[in-house]
């Protein structure tokens, strides 16, 4: 079963690129789902999503491809030089981009326990994409992590 591409266009060294395709793949992915996406690349956060009346930071973390393991390792944690742990402070909701395949894995930022994060490619499917933005986005026991739009 194939569950990697094998080559990208977006190899290795060209993150700020892989970041901005990472980022348009999650607005897209939001909007497919209903929300209301706009990057705005701050230093906490790339994407202010809209969504029932209450917005959402979103900080984007993108792969390009898997590695030999046939995983994604992604690095989540915070800072350029020293990576410290994502908080609330920081964002309320990560999503986790496979480039290569065109999907993402939303999560909240309260599952951010390490400085990185892998998953098996093999979790990134349209299912799971859809079930982690319920759950991430749409839940009411995500309300801790939402602010209300003051609109």
């Known amino acids: 079963m194939a569950t990697c591409a094998r080559k990208s266009v977006l190899q290795k060294g060209n993150e700020t690129r892989t970041g901005r395709v990472g980022e348009l793949i ?12 706009t990057i705005v690349r701050t230093d906490g956060y790339d994407i202010v999503a809209f969504l029932q009346h209450k917005y959402f930071r979103i900080d984007v973390k993108a792969r390009a491809v898997c590695d030999h393991s046939k995983s994604y390792q992604f690095i989540v944690g915070k800072g350029a030089k ?7 402070h920081d964002a ?11 999907l993402v ?43 209300k739009n003051r609109a």
Do not use: C
């Open 82 to 88: 020293s990576k410290r742990l994502m908080t609330t």
């Open 105 to 147: 894995m939303f999560k909240h930022v309260k599952e951010m326990t390490g400085r990185t994060m892998r998953i098996a490619a093999r979790h990134f499917t349209q299912e799971n994409e859809r079930s982690s933005f319920q759950l991430v986005m749409m839940e009411d026991r995500s309300s801790a992590f939402l602010h």
């Open 26 to 37: 999650a607005a897209s992915a939001i909007e497919r789902y209903g929300g209301d996406p």
């Open 92 to 102: 309320d909701a990560v999503v986790l981009v496979a480039v290569d395949k065109r």
